[in-house]
């Protein structure tokens, strides 16, 4: 499975876009790049995937690079219970050959700020 | 669905006593992920089962730790015999394989403190 670069910590002003980028130059043509985030004391809480396409849902968006080589997440107005660690992962969703493994970096620690 | 069901939420035990954790996965998913967390190593993939059979225990620490997957509702961590170094949180999640909505749903997670 590609690994996955993120800085360790960002601070951000609530109010304000948050971007944390994400880095997967090993990526290859199945693996699709998913985003979790995890408040303190709670598991993992998916946010979006994408394989290509930029993405958007009700919590964040996804731009991917057209050579898929990194990605930023948005969150688009952080408020203080965005502070959070996410999590950047790659993921095959192909079924052979230990497909659909998903492992855990170390994430990066948002920090939203009033 | 509720979800991800983990138990207990919480477990002391002493050192040398057999643990054993539960999960419920969400009702259809066929992949299940056992995670160990703690704040030195992180969330690490300990095992993860597709269709109730293990894919890859290359994460289980040591011939301690044994998960099983009887059916498809059901999945068990035991750790045989516990010792400190155990201590930490222990997640269950689960996800389906295909399809668009794959993304993995986590239990509340089960601290296991062993002293």
């Known amino acids: 499975d590609a690994k996955t670069t993120q800085p360790t910590s960002m601070d951000c002003a609530e109010g304000r876009a948050a971007n944390l980028p994400c880095n997967h130059s090993?990526?290859?043509?199945?693996?699709?790049v998913y985003w979790y985030r995890q408040i303190h004391s709670q598991g993992p809480q998916y946010i979006i995937h994408g394989l290509k396409n930029n993405e958007t849902n009700e919590m964040a968006s996804l731009i991917i690079t057209e050579d898929r080589k990194s990605s930023t997440l948005i969150l688009p107005h952080a408020t203080l219970r965005d502070t959070a660690v996410y999590y950047c992962i790659v993921r095959s969703k192909r079924i052979y050959n230990q497909g659909g493994k998903l492992i855990f970096g170390q994430g990066t620690e948002l920090s939203v700020k009033p | 669905d509720a979800g991800v069901i983990q138990s207990p939420r919480h477990e002391v035990t002493e050192m040398g006593q057999e643990v054993t954790l539960r999960c419920k996965p969400i009702?259809?998913?066929?992949?299940l992920f056992w995670y160990r967390q703690t704040m030195m190593r992180g969330l690490e993939l300990l095992i993860y089962?597709?269709?109730?059979?293990?894919?890859?225990d290359s994460g289980m620490p040591e011939d301690r730790f044994s998960a099983k997957m009887p059916n498809a509702s059901f999945s068990t961590l035991k750790i045989q015999p516990s010792e400190p170094r155990d201590s930490a949180v222990y997640f269950c999640a689960s996800s389906r394989g295909q399809g668009q909505n794959t993304e993995a749903f986590f239990g509340q997670g089960t601290r296991l403190t062993v002293v």
């Open positions: 009702s259809g998913h066929d992949y």
């Open positions: 089962f597709n269709n109730n059979v293990p894919i890859d």
């Open positions: 090993t990526i290859s043509g199945n693996e699709y």
